[in-house]
T-cell receptor, first 112, second 114 residues
Framework: NAGVTQTPKFQVLKTGQSMTLQCAQD?????MYWYRQDPGMGLRLIYY???????DKGEVPNGYNVSRLNKREFSLRLESAAPSQTSVYFC???????????FGPGTRLTVT | DQQVKQNSPSLSVQEGRISILNCDYT??????FLWYKKYPAEGPTFLIS?????DKNEDGRFTVFLNKSAKHLSLHIVPSQPGDSAVYFC?????????????FGQGTILTVHP
């Protein structure tokens, strides 16, 4: 039972390049979330998926797109990376009965 | 507009003493509050939570207190241990149709000295 897994762990991109961050959970959770963490800013919600087949914007969605591929997988895409997207990205999932979210180990992304 | 604030960036405590981490919020719609702990290079892990219908919740060495009138919550760790050294985030949810979305504070770095 791996919980929430994220790939890759580290990535360096040049400005303008694109990439997709992958996230999968094996807890049969309905809801999944993408956050970014920046120094002094806490975690900020980028996009979320309340259930399979639905996605919606969070607090900081500009420059990102998401896909809820199936119940297990929720990917985050940067179409044209910018230095302002240098951050640590966390994926999380949540079951139906409570508010606790379970987080993956994160992806550290640097855009030069 | 920071709806959840942790005004102390860091806290240093001696082993065996009490650690008190504070959190303030501004959104009256928040009705569920959580504390997460984060070690370097790892994802946040859930620690303890409290519903707005309670004013206290305990789990072993960890107790969370909620003062709704002041829009303030605190996490008490007694006794503190060196392994508690981490970043602590408070988070809040508005329930209802919020789809479980969490709003996080900036975090407090706790250092427990042996």
């Amino acid at each position: 039972n791996a919980g929430v897994t994220q790939t890759p762990k580290f990535q360096v991109l040049k400005t303008g390049q694109s990439m997709t961050l992958q996230c999968a959970q094996d807890m049969n959770h309905n809801s999944m979330y993408w956050y970014r963490q920046d120094p002094g800013m806490g975690l900020r919600l980028i996009y979320y998926s309340a259930s399979e087949g639905t996605t919606d914007k969070g607090e900081v969605p500009n420059g990102y797109n998401v896909s809820r591929l199936n119940k297990r997988e929720f990917s985050l895409r940067l179409e044209s990376a910018a230095p302002s997207q240098t951050s640590v990205y966390f994926c999380a999932s949540r079951g139906t009965l409570n508010y606790e979210q379970y987080f993956g180990p994160g992806t550290r992304l640097t855009v030069t | 507009d920071q709806q959840v604030k942790q005004n102390s960036p860091s806290l240093s405590v001696q082993e065996g003493r009490i650690s008190i981490l504070n959190c303030d919020y501004t959104n009256s719609m928040f009705d569920y509050f959580l504390w997460y702990k984060k070690y370097p290079a790892e994802g946040p892990t859930f620690l303890i939570s409290i519903s707005s219908i309670k004013d206290k919740n305990e789990d072993g060495r960890f107790t969370v207190f909620l003062n709704k009138s002041a829009k303030h919550l605190s996490l008490h760790i007694v006794p503190s241990q060196p392994g508690d050294s981490a970043v602590y985030f408070c988070a809040a949810s508005a329930g209802g149709t919020s789809y479980g979305k969490l709003t996080f504070g900036q975090g407090t770095i706790l250092t427990v000295h042996p």
